[in-house]
DNA sequence: ACCTGAACACCGTTCAAGT
DNA sequence: ACCTGAACACCGTTCAAGT
């Protein structure tokens, strides 16, 4: 069975030079490419679908490439390299996860600051089981390119967001005595290795039930929040 | 320049049937095999040497040959896959972290059992920071064979051990009040969380100086020790 | 403009042949 | 017994050629 094939109805001769408004007002169908539409987005799909079966580490831009029906060298005009896929895949994850801790974020607006930074942790918390395959991807530092992408800002925010809770928190004397720098560390270690260990698969092997995860992850949370309580 | 080769001393052709207890009163001269002598052992450091400068997921099992110096088929008399040579460096690693946090252990022995149980989360950051290579290599369950290897039962180990100190700091009223098996599995994520953050790199996106990430991670797990003391 | 398909330099792994 | 080196089925990436 063929997938439907058309042709770009934009496309023209290198020689048949037109300007792109003149180009768009004498044709103003919707441009369906060769093939897709949208490759680009077909490909991202193809990658979450595959990492979800096979893992980061295993994908191949060749086999994204033929799930998304396409010849091997197709992707790279989409993106230069597989870390370029991988951390685009890993954008839209980070994307999705500061709108779940921003929902987190929201419906915790009227309690007290400490509370709002227990809210992020849960909001991660709840976004990294519920999406693991994502998570990983954001983690996987060794394969993605963090540092020249939007993503390191993103992280960035969060970690501002966080840090302003914890200094109110300790403004309006929440918190028991300690550094405070310190504790906010401490919740971010506590909640990243949480998920790193729910998705490394070692929560079996530490006399966790995993189909109690999230539920357990989050009361060890609280009870790390209570520690630090005044 | 040619690495020095030698012959088998006790090769022998297959019809040259022979008992390895005859075979080693003929001939008591040590065997320095083909190449080497000890392939298996400079191939799992050459892997090691390798992941210093690539990272684990970029190993290839030719490069670590070529590193060795001897033909890409060779490692596979030694090591059945690719897994399965990670999965030995990993369990050099995991004796030798045992190794560290034993005498770690043994440095606080006249001390009360939750002071133990942070020395064994000093012993892990200790040899983490200080083998973050090797570290690494424990850490990546996806390239290597956790399951079907010692390493599952060296782990469990420590954990049983750690789980004796925590009911015995319970017990002994050092604790606040509080579920022990939370308060260790938020240690164990705390302390996981650290050496990941700072092998994974995210240290500075912190805002943690790197040259004093032990120093500073110690300092934040005893600030935890603290936190859950009574 | 966007994709194809051949090409290049790599992989992991197997296996007959050499010593 | 242990290693070589060719072979197979894969990779990522490039690029001329097609539509």
Redesign the pocket.
Known sequence: MYAMIT??R?????FMTKTRSSAQTENAIP?H????GD?RRALLDAAVQFIETHGVEA?????V?KMA???????????????A?LTAVAEEALNRLAGAITLSLQAAAEQNPLLQFRAIGVGFLRWAFANPTHFQVISARAVIDFEGSPLRQRNDAIRTRMNALMNEAAATGLLRPGDVGRHQIAARALVYGLARMYVDGQFPSWGLDESKALQESIAILDQFIASISA
């Open positions: 042709f770009d934009n496309w023209q001769f290198p441009r490419n060769y093939h897709h490759l994908v191949s831009v060749r086999a490439a029906g396409v010849s091997p060298g197709a992707p790279f005009r989409h993106f230069a390299t597989r870390t896929l």
